[in-house]
Structures are given as C-alpha cells and as structure tokens.
C-alpha cells in the first residue's frame, strides 16, 4: 500500500526566504505527483503537477522536483512571501488502476512572517 | 475556470439523522470524488465516480453510500451519522475517459463541508 510521508509537518521563515518542502512516497510504481496549497478551511488548489517521465515543473517562483527511483519529490518556494503561508501537500497517482485515485500526504503547514 | 461547488460550508446534525452532501462541478468532467479529511490522518478517499451511475469504494467507504444520477452531481450520504464522522468533507472533479488515464489529468477541488456530528 502507497504511503506519501511529508516532512516538516510545519514550518515558519522569514519573508524573502528560500525554502524546499519535502514528500516521499513508498512505491515508486507512480504515474504522477501533484503538489497542492490549501488555505485555512478551504479546498486544494494544484499547483504542480509531474508526470513520471519528467524531473521538474516549475510555476513562477515554485519549482518541483521528482526522483521516482528514490521516492521523493521536492517543492522549491524562492523568494517566500506572507501569501504563501497555507498548508501545501502532495499526492501521488499510481500507475496502475482506474480513474484518478490520489494517495496524499498530510501535508507541511508553512507560515512566512513579515 | 472549472468550479466545484459543495452544497454547504458547515453543517452540524445529531447521531443517527441521514446526511446528505452535495457536490455539482460544471466542466463536463467525468470523476468526481469524495474524500474527508483529518488532522494528523490528511485526505482519504471514501468513494469515487468515474462515470454516471458507476461508483467504486475508496479506502474508507464503511459507513457512506454515495450516489451519482446526472454527471455534474455526485452526492455523499451517511445513512446514520455518528460521532466519528465529524469531519471536513472535500469533493473534486477531474477530466477522464470512462475510468482511463489520462496523462494531464488533475482533479479540481470544492471548498469543502465541515460536518460535526452531536
């Protein structure tokens, strides 16, 4: 059974610092990662989204990596501003099955202070 | 834009009654899902729709039925709730072909029910 680990669970910088969120997945039998941003009380928004065959993504100041042999994906937050404080999880789509089945993380709750 | 809408915000009912959450997109997409959601535990899936009338159990069905007539609408129903079905409740709708993968496929996620049960 897929298990999707994300580490920290919270993390509070600086605004204007760098950062890099961490998930790790068990089986790396995956057809895609997805990486969504969920504020306080309300439904996910993707972000991200990477295909198996690919390494990176990137959206504006957010780039996502994935490392299928090893498990692991990372989402890189340059230049941090107070709106992107949310919780920001990712999910993982197994290669096999039908429709759209996600496994997710339970996330990394990020606050940037001014 | 696809838009998810879920048909309350927050809802409180007693142990036993029948709940009924609603959850209509607008993009023509045929999966819908109903997931809830837990501190500590995140999002699990309770069932899935890949098309109108067909459902397949999720990770956590027990204690829910849900039920799908036309395709913008997918409903869930816990036919008596109990206490520990207090929860956030997140429906999402994606792109599919009749339950195959689709490579950009994405799902689209309402702004959730918070249910607590009495």
């Known amino acids: 059974k897929q298990e999707v680990t994300q580490i920290p669970a919270a993390l509070s910088v600086p605004e204007g610092e760098n950062l890099v969120l961490n998930c790790s997945f068990t089986?790396?039998?995956?057809?895609?990662l997805q990486w969504f941003r969920q504020d306080p009380g309300k439904g996910l928004t993707s972000l991200l989204l990477i295909q198996s065959s690919q390494r990176e993504q990137t959206s504006g100041r957010l780039n996502a990596s994935l490392d299928k042999s090893s498990g692991r994906s990372t989402l890189y937050i340059a230049a941090s501003q107070p709106g992107d404080s949310a919780t920001y999880l990712c999910?993982?789509?197994?290669?096999?099955?039908?429709?759209?089945?996600?496994?997710f993380g339970t996330g990394t709750r990020l606050q940037v202070t001014l | 834009d696809v838009k998810v809408t879920q048909s309350s915000r927050y809802l409180v009912k007693r142990t036993g009654e029948k709940v009924f959450l609603e959850c209509v997109q607008d993009?023509?997409?045929?999966?819908m899902f109903w997931y809830r959601q837990d501190p500590g535990l995140g999002l699990r899936l309770i069932y899935f729709?890949?098309?109108?009338?067909?459902?397949e159990k999720g990770d956590i069905p027990e204690g829910y039925s849900v039920s799908r007539e036309k395709k913008e609408r997918f409903s869930l129903i816990l036919e008596s709730a109990s206490t520990n079905q207090t929860s956030m409740y997140l429906c999402a709708s994606s792109f599919g072909l009749g339950g195959q993968v689709v490579s950009t496929d994405t799902q689209y996620f309402g702004p959730g029910t918070r249910l607590t049960v009495l």
């Open positions: 729709s890949y098309d109108v009338k067909m459902k």
């Open positions: 999910a993982v789509r197994p290669a096999t099955g039908t429709a759209s089945k996600l496994t």
């Open positions: 089986d790396s039998a995956i057809y895609n």
């Open positions: 993009m023509d997409h045929e999966n």
